[in-house]
């Protein structure tokens, strides 16, 4: 039995419980007060800001305005207290959260209250210096509450940043808030007493440190009954927003952007301390992901990616380079790759030595993952030297091979076959180079575009045309930005549903067709043309980039017509592996064919991928499935 006024043999603290007048808070602050502050009575003191429930939706709702978060992203609540953020995410649907903090007091009642509300949430104690996870392990981490500046040295405050960048993922965000140290400074309270509640009476007293860096907090905690219960001190490092964007950009991170401040709708309404005025702030993780422990070098299958040169320009990118959307894209890639069974990827990227490496590991890889779809060099007119390439080196590869990429490329070319299959297409008028006398068209409206060309580039709201003077405008600004040298095609302007359908496998035997999307025009504005061209794709500031695309309703003749026309194309074209086709409605609703793609966007986010999603795919699904459709067309299974 366990009694406090025995003395069997133990050393007892004859230390009386408060200290009385001091002239230095500073010299009685320990250097880990953190590790024993944390208990029943801190919940008492700030329960006026910790323990209401508005105040927690309120910083809940702040956080989820300024950082862009998703439900299924794999998320950290870093010294998480009691856990009321994370209950309160779990309540608003995110289910991969967990949270951890140094106090085991706060964690044991973190797993109490969550148990009491019966939501599964995850708490782990641990040290933020010293995190126990892996890293790329977090999409998000959140330090909320004003938790962030406690040890003594900054030095400590750094190793908690680095913990956080080495367990985020690449592109992963990092959401602080703290006290706003450049007004505490200047505002903060000396003295000030508070009643907490009928029995529980508490006096503050603070000081800037020395150095002025810290604010020094000391607070007696008085019972009527029992008197003194508590004498305890505290600091808290003050942090401007120069200060903690340094400290941040020292831990490796960018993008750091600041969110304004907030204030807590206290019901006490006293002394909120270091709560009184707190700086929302966050940044972002640019990395590669961590090198993995090598898999079983036997049975996995060792893949090569190849991709764009990130080092070279790119005339179809707004700024002509790759900028962070491409690497973002990379990442994402690169992080459902990571978590597939059975193989090993290495990346090429380097179109300077593209040709040497090659000849280097071709006899130690199974095949190339070819994502190249910028071209030889970042030239689109360039794609189909890649398969060349690897098939002079006699290196198998996913995706269409040289043949198909020339095909597909020239839009007058591919209308011809479709034509010579009985594939229906619109109008259109095919103008040579040297064309200098233009016939008009027998339709309008109509759109006009380069016949050679990726991505939509040079496809825009003016590229719909109403009129011969709109026509030649159309004309002459093509030919100004791609050069006169460049065929152009005046194609029948169709008004009906924009349509794109997916292609995974190898017909006649082994695919899979996608479910059918549709572009979603109900958000733009209606005098722009219905278009899905190079604003919606590349240019975020244009409506346009406000497009979504759904999955499609149709009659089932119609979705039938479009399938079967696209697996006619998918082998004449020589296709293989994964393919796209464009379609769009006439004003009678009858299909008709725009463009085919052999070597589609790969990107998460791309009409490919949000296709396979509808048909119950994930991303890392769909980029699975392309490969082993690979594989079963090389025969390696």
Partial sequence: MHNENLNLGRKINTLPICLGPISNLEENVTEDWWNKIFNAYYLKTDGDVVEDEKITIQEIDNLLNFLDIKS?????????????HVIELV?????????????????????????KKGINCRFREGDARNLPYNPDSFNAILILGNSFGYFE??????????EIYRTLKPWGKVF????????????????????????LFVCRERSLSLDKQRLISREVITHVNKGVIVDQFYAERLYSEETISDLLKNAGFS???FHGTIKPDSQRDQDLGMMERRILVSAIVKKEWAVEKKKDTKKAKKIVVLFGDPNKPDILKPFRKFD?????????????????????????????????DLIKIKNDISYVFNLCDEGFFNNARNELHIPALLDILKIPYTGSGPQSLGFCYDKSLVRGIAKELDIPIPEALFINPNDNVIDLPLYFPAIVKPNLGDSSFGITQRSVVNNGEELLNAIREIRETFGYDKSILVEQFLTGKDLTIGIIGNPPENYLVLPILEEDYSSLPPELPKICGYEAKWQPDSPYWEINSIQAELPDDITQKIENCSLKLFQRLECQDYVRFDWRLDKDGFPRLLEVNPNPGWCWDGHLAKMANFGGLSYQEMLEKILITTEKRLQMQ
């Avoid at 299924?72 to 009321?84: E, F, V």
């Avoid at 649907?93 to 106090?103: A, T």
């Avoid at 040295?153 to 680095?162: C, F």
């Fill in 255 to 257: 993008d750091i952007s």
């Fill in 91 to 115: 309540n608003r649907g995110f289910n991969e959260i967990e949270g951890l903090d140094r106090s085991r007091f706060l964690i044991r009642k973190a797993r109490s209250t969550s148990k």
């Fill in 176 to 199: 602080i808030d703290l006290t706003d140290g450049e007004y505490l400074k200047t505002h903060f309270q000396p003295r000030s007493w508070e009643w907490i509640d009928k029995e």
């Fill in 72 to 84: 299924n992203d794999s998320i950290l609540d870093l010294c998480c207290g009691q856990g009321r």
């Fill in 324 to 356: 962070d959307d491409d690497f973002f894209t990379i990442d994402q890639l690169k992080a459902a790759l990571k978590n597939m069974e059975g193989y090993n990827f290495t990346y090429l990227n380097n179109h300077d030595t593209l040709i040497q």
């Fill in 153 to 162: 040295s900054i030095t400590d405050d750094l190793k908690v940043l680095k």
